[in-house]
């Protein structure tokens, strides 16, 4: 697998995120232009992805949509699609469609569109023309329908989409809009639930296994692209890659990304919506793409399985909970050459502070394994632990200390940051 880190720094003034590598991230987020302009300004920042895991139930009835009981935690599982295999023999054998435009039509009612709605909180936004007392469009992104309820109606979307929101509105495929509340946020992984009053003109889209997805597959990213005007847009493409490993650094600590690659166009104000496949079930959320003038047709998404994961979280503790070892890192490769010399080993894990008592991890160790999956960076170590540990678990570091390595069981805590 493939691995491309990237360093996100945003430029206030225009919205457009550098990076300090070749390739260029960008958020699939759309800012609304001025009042006063009728000109489409694209805004692209650079947005993070990640996993986490949990367990995915679930349960429906049928209806227009497929509905689940009033019980509180149903907008924590997502309707599964059956017989989900993966992998086209032809491209056009749908088994649920005689043709494309049969298949967008009936999971439009899943497409919502989401308006990030801000009020004033500073000078400089008071500078930029934004009130103190009502609040008005910021961004314009996508969403998804995952489960409706007898009275509720749960949509998945982007982290970015709502970051900084006042309050929010969805537009749905018919374009009336709606108030949403925020159910649950996590910027590590980008991902934020939102729900709205059920009603009879929306449906549930239904996840497709993306663990099956196969490189070559058709697929379809449906959302609005340069925001409302052009809502309910489709374009189409490939699976590009089944699997892309990302290094994100972000507000909320660096973490591995993996994301399914596809040439599918995918424009500011996709951000959040669908990629299905050709039988109509979500494979991903769209997140990114790489942005770049020699570069074309390079997007990602989340894969739907991730995506179901976190949730689940969401829904039922309104965030993620992640383990923590409870120590402060360092990347010996960004530590200077001078001081390099005496460690011997140019990657790893400078254990820098420790901030619990009673853990058998020093300032000054350096670790390279963990469960005896080697280590190069504080990305590597975060990423397993978020996948593979839940706090109250037990891990095992690899360390190098006074110039021997050892092994020490650490216990793991729940984080708080």
Same mark, same amino acid.
């Given at each position: 697998?493939?691995?491309?880190?990237?360093?996100?720094?945003?430029?206030?003034?225009?919205?457009?995120?550098?990076?300090?590598?070749?390739?260029?991230?960008?958020?699939?987020?759309?800012?609304?232009?001025?009042?006063?302009?009728?000109?489409?300004?694209?805004?692209?920042?650079?947005?993070?992805?990640?996993?986490?895991?949990?367990?995915?139930?679930?349960?429906?009835?049928?209806?227009?949509?497929?509905?689940?009981?009033?019980?509180?935690?149903?907008?924590?599982?997502?309707?599964?699609?059956?017989?989900?295999?993966?992998?086209?023999?032809?491209?056009?054998?749908?088994?649920?469609?005689?043709?494309?435009?049969?298949?967008?039509?009936?999971?439009?009612?899943?497409?919502?569109?989401?308006?990030?709605?801000?009020?004033?909180?500073?000078?400089?936004?008071?500078?930029?023309?934004?009130?103190?007392?009502?609040?008005?469009?910021?961004?314009?992104?996508?969403?998804?329908?995952?489960?409706?309820?007898?009275?509720?109606?749960?949509?998945?979307?982007?982290?970015?989409?709502?970051?900084?929101?006042?309050?929010?509105?969805?537009?749905?495929?018919?374009?009336?809009?709606?108030?949403?509340?925020?159910?649950?946020?996590?910027?590590?992984?980008?991902?934020?639930?939102?729900?709205?009053?059920?009603?009879?003109? %929306?449906? +549930?889209?239904?996840? @497709?296994? /993306?663990? =099956? $997805?196969?490189?070559?597959?058709?697929?379809? #990213?449906?959302?609005?692209?340069?925001?409302?005007?052009?809502?309910?847009?489709?374009?189409?493409?490939?699976?590009?890659?089944?699997?892309?490993? %990302?290094? +994100?650094?972000?507000? @909320?600590? /660096?973490? =591995? $990304?993996?994301?399914?690659?596809?040439?599918? #166009?995918?424009?500011?104000?996709?951000?959040?919506?669908?990629?299905?496949?050709?039988?109509?079930?979500?494979?991903?959320?769209?997140?990114?793409? %790489?942005? +770049?003038?020699?570069?074309?047709?390079?997007?990602?998404?989340?894969?739907?399985?991730?995506?179901?994961?976190?949730?689940e979280q969401l829904v039922k503790n309104g965030e993620v909970k992640r383990p923590s070892?409870?120590?402060?890192?360092?990347?010996?490769?960004?530590?200077?050459?001078?001081?390099?010399?005496?460690?011997?080993?140019?990657?790893?894990?400078?254990?820098?502070?420790?901030?619990?008592?009673?853990?058998?991890?020093?300032?000054?160790?350096?670790?390279?394994?963990?469960?005896?999956?080697?280590?190069?960076?504080?990305?590597?170590?975060?990423?397993?632990?978020?996948?593979?540990?839940?706090?109250?678990?037990?891990?095992?570091?690899?360390?190098?200390?006074?110039?021997?390595?050892?092994?020490?069981?650490?216990?793991?805590?729940?984080?708080?940051?």
């Amino acid at each position: 697998m493939n691995s491309n880190n990237y360093n996100q720094t945003s430029d206030s003034n225009s919205g457009i995120t550098h990076t300090n590598q070749q390739h260029v991230y960008r958020q699939s987020y759309q800012t609304p232009p001025p009042k006063k302009s009728g000109v489409l300004r694209t805004i692209l920042i650079a947005l993070v992805a990640g996993l986490i895991g949990g367990l995915i139930a679930f349960a429906a009835v049928s209806g227009f949509s497929k509905l689940t009981g009033s019980d509180g935690q149903s907008g924590a599982n997502v309707n599964v699609a059956e017989n989900s295999k993966g992998g086209n023999l032809l491209d056009g054998k749908s088994k649920n469609y005689q043709s494309i435009n049969e298949m967008i039509q009936d999971k439009s009612p899943s497409i919502v569109g989401v308006i990030n709605e801000q009020k004033a909180e500073s000078l400089e936004d008071l500078l930029r023309g934004k009130s103190t007392t009502n609040a008005e469009p910021s961004g314009i992104g996508s969403g998804v329908i995952y489960q409706r309820t007898q009275n509720e109606a749960y949509i998945v979307t982007n982290n970015h989409v709502i970051e900084g929101a006042s309050s929010i509105k969805v537009q749905l495929h018919n374009s009336k809009q709606v108030s949403a509340k925020l159910v649950g946020t996590d910027s590590l992984t980008d991902i934020a639930v939102l729900k709205i009053k059920n009603r009879n003109d %929306i449906k +549930a889209i239904d996840f @497709a296994d /993306s663990s =099956k $997805v196969k490189t070559g597959d058709s697929v379809f #990213a449906m959302g609005n692209p340069l925001g409302l005007e052009f809502a309910n847009t489709v374009t189409s493409g490939i699976i590009s890659a089944s699997e892309r490993t %990302i290094d +994100a650094e972000t507000s @909320a600590g /660096s973490n =591995k $990304v993996t994301v399914l690659q596809t040439d599918a #166009a995918i424009n500011p104000g996709n951000s959040g919506g669908a990629l299905v496949d050709i039988n109509g079930n979500l494979v991903g959320i769209n997140s990114m793409k %790489i942005s +770049a003038p020699q570069v074309e047709g390079i997007g990602f998404a989340i894969p739907s399985n991730e995506v179901k994961l976190v949730i689940e979280q969401l829904v039922k503790n309104g965030e993620v909970k992640r383990p923590s070892v409870g120590i402060g890192m360092l990347n010996v490769s960004d530590i200077p050459a001078s001081y390099q010399r005496q460690f011997k080993i140019n990657s790893g894990v400078y254990v820098a502070e420790v901030q619990r008592s009673q853990i058998d991890l020093k300032r000054g160790d350096i670790i390279t394994k963990v469960d005896d999956q080697e280590v190069e960076n504080d990305s590597d170590v975060r990423s397993y632990l978020y996948k593979n540990k839940k706090p109250g678990d037990s891990v095992t570091f690899t360390i190098i200390r006074d110039g021997h390595s050892q092994k020490v069981n650490v216990s793991l805590v729940e984080s708080h940051s």
